[in-house]
């Protein structure tokens, strides 16, 4: 079996939202997610692209898929690669192929002189936390992740 990785292409953009979704569900969410077709179409391929997606492929099906974006960092004066999400399927598990898409961004955050290589886990998911231990990353528990959403980001926005 051989599993390859690829920049996701326009034409994939139901392969990405049907990942999202089955995402969402193994992360207890299944009715957060908004985004459409439409939507994916337009954000990751569109005119004034922010975020990037790559493909994960076994014998030429799609198995994966992650979403990643570049940040800065001001104390190392340099770019930061942030994976947004990183999903394989289910059945698909164990056969290294979040290894291959880690390995991935890894590379592509060498090839882009990026300082740091960051994400974020949910800390019930022993499965995620346990591969990402296995590769050598840190967990850096001395960061809380603040959020402002909905209502809550328009009525800070409108503030005087």
Request: charged fraction near 25%.
């Amino acid at each position: 079996m051989s599993i390859t990785i690829r920049h996701a292409q326009k034409s994939d953009a139901a392969t990405i939202l049907h990942f999202i979704n089955e995402l969402a569900v193994y992360e207890k969410e299944p009715d957060a997610v908004l985004n459409t077709v439409s939507d994916i179409e337009q954000k990751l391929f569109g005119d004034d692209v922010r975020a990037h997606a790559l493909i994960c492929e076994q014998d030429g099906e799609a198995i994966g898929f992650a979403v990643y974006f570049f940040n800065y960092s001001t104390w190392l004066g340099k770019y930061g690669l942030y994976l947004e999400d990183l999903y394989v399927a289910q059945d698909q598990r164990g056969q290294g192929a979040g290894k291959a898409l880690m390995k991935f961004l890894a590379q592509l955050a060498i090839e882009k002189d990026c300082g740091r290589f960051e994400w974020v886990v949910l800390d019930w998911n022993k499965p995620a936390i346990d591969f990402y231990n296995s590769i050598g990353a840190k967990p850096q528990d001395e960061w809380i992740i603040y959020r402002l959403t909905g209502d809550e980001l328009r009525a800070f926005a409108k503030q005087p």
